[in-house]
């Protein structure tokens, strides 16, 4: 059997996996439909665009909702903590979610330039809007968030919506933005063809550039902020509770972890090295390296972060000593390990029949195809 302390561990990369999962697979879509305007010069390729993601993107959602639930079961004081201080923020999100599905189904419902243009701007703002409060999010988890947690571990949260868009969280939010633009043009290039083909590329390539310098202004910017670190190691095998440490700011501490273990520095070199191989990908027309070198991207820029963060997962800005880390904001190790069964049964039959699903609908969608099918697609 797993002792509490592996069953921690292996629930902080399991929630990992499913962000990963998210930003992979409902990421191409979220960045293809952000970019439905700039890619799409006519009515016909915007609904190439659209055809493309059609069958993925409601199922692809479901990883941010089993994100959401697993963080939930796993790290319930994290969740109650989250959505209770960042509710505005959580709503916008969701608001702007709303536009996707409602898109999806009545773009195509009345035949006119207006209606299905208000529809392709609102579409675009649903998928771009939530790429950028996610990254805003990731980035004020490194300042810090307004909140502390009282006897009876009932979190107080002293902030605003507004206090969230630091300079520092924004260009967090642009690279995750950029980054989904990124994996939703490599997608569409891999997807279609012709000039609608080079144009994704093109944009993929430039918002991988992008993504490369922002990201890097990111890490030269962590030098400079007070990192979190635990003044005393914690037992892990132990019930804990998010009194239980003190808590120490270190001037540049969020890149401790990378000096402890080397190793760690594979992740931003893995980030570096996929964006290289978008770029040249792109440019040479091989669109199915340029997704795997995207893909590579994503999970090595979200495991920066995690690795960077950890152990913590809700640093506090108003008492340090009352952040949030993976050892005091568990639920019991029974939960954990049950939990833990459920997902090595489950979790391959999801990947399996999700596989089923891509492999059914590969293939290029055209204009012809559009046309052949004007009544049926999107």
């Not at 799409?40 to 493309?52: C, F, M, P, S, Y």
């Not at 599905?101 to 773009?107: I, K, N």
Request: glycine share 10%.
């Amino acid at each position: 059997m797993l002792d509490y302390e592996s069953l921690k561990l292996i629930w902080w990369l399991l929630i990992g996996v499913l962000l990963i999962g998210f930003a992979v697979t409902d990421g191409f879509d979220m960045g293809a439909v952000s970019l439905l305007k700039l890619v799409g010069k006519t009515d016909a390729e915007r609904r190439v665009i659209l055809n493309t993601v059609g069958p993925h993107w409601d199922g692809n959602q479901v990883w941010f909702i089993t994100a959401g639930g697993a963080i939930f079961a796993a790290w319930p004081v994290v969740y109650a903590t989250a959505f209770s201080g960042l509710y505005w923020a959580l709503l916008l999100v969701l608001f702007a979610l709303f536009f996707r599905p409602v898109g999806f189904e009545y773009r195509s419902k009345i035949d006119t330039v207006k209606w299905r243009g208000n529809w392709d701007w609102l579409m675009t703002a649903g998928s771009a809007v939530p790429a950028l409060v996610f990254g805003v999010a990731f980035g004020n988890l490194f300042l810090g968030l307004p909140f502390a947690i009282d006897e009876t571990m009932r979190s107080e949260y002293q902030g605003s919506f507004w206090q969230l868009l630091s300079p520092f969280a924004l260009v967090c939010g642009l690279v995750s933005l950029l980054m989904l633009v990124m994996h939703g043009g490599v997608f569409l290039q891999l997807r279609t063809e012709g000039a609608l083909s080079q144009r994704a590329g093109r944009y993929a390539a430039i918002a991988a550039g992008l993504v490369m310098l922002l990201f890097a202004a990111a890490g030269l910017w962590l030098t400079q902020l007070s990192g979190y670190q635990l003044s005393v190691p914690l037992d892990g095998g132990a019930v804990l509770t998010p009194l239980d440490k003190q808590v120490a700011l270190v001037e540049g501490g969020w890149l401790s972890n990378y000096a402890k273990q080397p190793l760690l520095m594979a992740a931003p070199a893995v980030a570096y090295a996929g964006l290289l191989m978008v770029i040249l990908c792109c440019k040479v027309g091989r669109p199915g390296l340029a997704f795997i070198g995207s893909s590579l991207t994503l999970a090595a820029i979200i495991f920066t972060a995690g690795a960077s963060l950890f152990p913590f997962v809700m640093p506090s800005s108003l008492d340090p000593n009352h952040s949030l880390t993976l050892w005091d904001v568990v639920s019991s190790e029974k939960t954990l390990g049950i939990m833990f069964w459920v997902a090595v049964l489950f979790v391959p039959v999801v990947l399996s029949y999700t596989a089923w699903g891509y492999f059914k609908m590969r293939g290029k969608v055209t204009t012809r195809h559009i046309e052949e099918n004007n009544v049926s697609a999107y």
